[in-house]
């Protein structure tokens, strides 16, 4: 076979990565533009890309920068600048760690975990309307693929 020429598999994967590649741009713009008005219902004046900080930090409890940073896979200074705002309105805390007396941990502040909290039923009673019609099956489908998906993302950075 010339390498013009493709086998039938190779273009029903091609398809596949095409549609996937359409489907995940869209999901990532509507992402985009909903990002700003969670990050509002949380607090007013938190920037949409924090968001992801309180759930980390609600599902670990408390961490070190150094550990968020690399959880989420950017560099410490831009953590670190999400932390101090997140930290001036409120949101999050600073510790001393424990185990190192000269690090810190953070941790979500009672406000923080209350306002993430709201935000998240929210969403979930958002996602029950949009997908009311579906099946449980599929849900737990694209549960899981969304899962498989991310858990991919993860082993690439």
Known sequence: ??????????????????????ELSVLWRRARSNSSKVA???????EPAA????????????????????SIGIGKPSVS???VMLESLGLVQKHADPLDGRAQTIS???AGSQALARTQTARK????????????????????LLTKLNDSYAREH
């Open 81 to 83: 600048r999400q932390i």
């Open 51 to 70: 968001y992801g900080l309180l759930v980390l930090l609600q599902q670990h409890q408390e961490m070190r920068l150094t550990d968020i940073a690399a």
């Open 1 to 22: 076979m010339s390498e013009t020429e493709s086998s039938p598999e190779l273009q029903h994967n091609e398809t596949a990565i095409e549609t996937l590649e359409h």
């Open 40 to 46: 509002r219902q949380v607090h007013p004046d938190m």
């Open 108 to 110: 979500l502040t009672p």
């Open 125 to 144: 009673d958002l996602f029950r309307t949009l997908l009311q019609d579906w099946e449980e099956e599929d849900l737990v489908q694209l549960g899981s």
